[in-house]
């Protein structure tokens, strides 16, 4: 191996306060190694390290953050003779078999057929650049180019990041409440790549999804085409006059529509001629609330096609208190990790935060039927209303209890009561032990050893400056401290290195 490098960083290197939304373990970093040491089986499925190991690995990295398990190996091929033998290596692999139910016979028999004929080769128009090695996705060196590559994910990892049936986390992203997908190759033809298409042979068990240019349904002239077709969840009726909206980031990160489309009686819309670059798409439709449908990556001629479902408008209203009932004014009340009535997510793109009245009422609109979790924000104050807690939209009885907050400061020393010679961070969490829902910290102490928590809820806590030993609960010299709203605590640590 070459090298590697930690891309992102554990919470515990950001000076930040979070609460503990999944357990430790989930804290994973996207890691990056370059070059093609021997990797062994993280947890995949059965042959998959024999194409990871492959010689023609320029490397790997593993994501995603808050999770792990995703991993990526990017490959560059002498000729279509080394990826032909990579395709045989591949086709061995052994998945689970998807299967879906298919037809139920009058005794009441339930038949299945396989949902999939092969693991998924798909093609690409090249050239590809890494952007993990310093290309940033146009022509770069040629040491930088990428003939295909290969990704697998570990199926332990995946499910617990998505299919968590007590967790809504990362419910507007795809993979949510979805099935593990199989290994799959991409592969980029063209653009001065290795690889000649024509003279590749595809194996049993490989299945070919080709989204060149020339294997569009339709001919593309003057740019990309994104089709569409739109769908009422709740009746399963299409909807016309939807709008397909693309829209891409501004030099300020801020999302500039660039073209729309509308769609027909059948539901059915398009936009074409679209110039090469990422896009996101939105869709719209009167009386109903909007929707992210992903992002589109168009090379300069490249098809997308969608289908998607739409929930009616609704709305969440409800009333913000302190513990003793007293209504709080001024707090901005928001919908989170919606989901529609099909229990998948769905990420609402025209949605907004409300903000509560003198009475401290709320109503939070263009929602999808549903249901949401709702997070409540004002400075010193905490929401003790479990913020997992899932609520129907609409709903109008909402009450959510917020109380005051506490200030955690000092200062960490070392054992000659100067500050310590290198960096130090310090954390803060329940003295009971992290679990989902507790309020916990971390931060890089000042230059002169000094920290402050704010916003810290009231209760117990330990304090330590061995993050890592405070994670596993073994930290010896780890200090209690009780917050009470309204008050600030100062702590003076000394920091040890063993």
């Known amino acids: 191996m070459k090298g590697s490098k930690t891309l992102a960083a554990a919470m515990c290197l950001a000076a930040v306060s979070f609460l503990w939304l999944m357990s430790t373990s989930l804290l994973a970093l996207i890691m990056v190694s370059s070059g093609n040491r021997p990797v062994e089986n993280m947890g995949w499925p059965l042959g998959c390290e024999k194409v990871a190991n492959l010689p023609s690995r320029l490397g790997y990295w593993e994501g995603p953050p808050f999770g792990g398990g995703e991993y990526h190996f990017l490959y560059r091929c002498k ?28 005794d009441g028999e339930v038949t299945y057929r396989p ?16 952007t993990w090695f310093g290309g940033r996705g146009d022509k770069r060196e040629e040491k930088e180019r990428v003939d295909w590559t290969f990704t697998v994910w570990k199926p332990a990892n995946w499910h ?27 592969v980029y033809i063209g653009g001065g790549g290795s690889i000649v298409w024509k003279k590749v042979k595809v194996p049993p068990n490989v299945r070919v999804i080709d989204k060149r240019e020339g294997a569009s349904p339709v001919k593309l002239v003057g740019g990309g085409l994104v089709r569409g077709t739109v769908y009422d969840m709740a009746t399963g009726q299409p909807i016309a006059g939807a709008e397909i909206i693309l829209a891409k980031r501004k030099d300020n990160r801020d999302w500039e529509e660039v073209a729309r489309g509308k769609t027909d009686d059948l539901g059915s819309g398009e936009v074409q001629k679209l110039p090469a670059g990422r896009y996101a798409i939105r869709i719209r439709a009167e009386g109903y609330a909007s929707r992210s ?31 003793d009932g007293k209504p709080i004014p001024g707090v901005a009340v928001s919908a989170q990790n919606t989901l529609g009535i099909n229990g998948l997510g769905y ?41 997992f807690e899932l609520f129907n939209v609409p709903s109008d009885d909402i009450k959510i209890v917020m109380t005051g907050t506490g200030i955690v400061r000092g200062k960490v020393v070392g054992p000659d009561g100067k500050p310590p010679a290198r960096e130090v961070h310090v954390s803060i969490g329940p003295s009971g ?5 507790t309020w916990g910290g971390s931060m890089r102490c000042k230059e002169d050893g000094s920290f402050e928590f704010k916003g810290v809820p009231p209760g117990d806590y330990l304090l330590s400056s061995n993050p890592g030993l405070m994670i596993q609960g073994t930290d010896p010299n780890a200090k209690p401290v009780t917050v009470k709203a309204g008050q600030a605590i100062e702590v003076e640590m000394t920091h040890s290195t063993r």
């Open 79 to 106: 000729d279509t003779g080394e990826f032909n033998e990579a395709l045989k290596t591949f086709a061995v692999i052994r998945v689970p078999k998807l299967a879906r139910r298919s037809a139920t016979s009058k």
């Open 293 to 323: 449908q992903g992002t589109y990556r168009n090379k300069g001629k490249t098809y997308h096609e969608f289908v998607v479902e739409l929930l009616r408008q609704a709305s969440i209203k409800g009333v913000v208190t302190d513990t």
């Open 115 to 130: 949902e999939s004929d092969g693991l998924p080769v798909v093609v690409h128009d090249g050239p590809e650049y890494s």
């Open 347 to 387: 990420s609402c793109s025209d949605a907004k935060p409300a903000t509560t009245d003198e009475q401290g009422r709320f109503e939070a609109a263009s929602l999808p039927q549903g249901f949401t979790q709702v997070r409540c924000r004002v400075p010193s104050l905490y929401q003790t209303t479990p913020i």
């Open 433 to 437: 032990g992290n679990r989902v829902g």
């Open 160 to 186: 617990r990041q998505f299919n968590n049936p007590k967790s809504v986390f990362s419910s507007d992203h795809p993979n949510f409440r979805q099935p593990v997908p199989p290994p799959q190759i991409d």
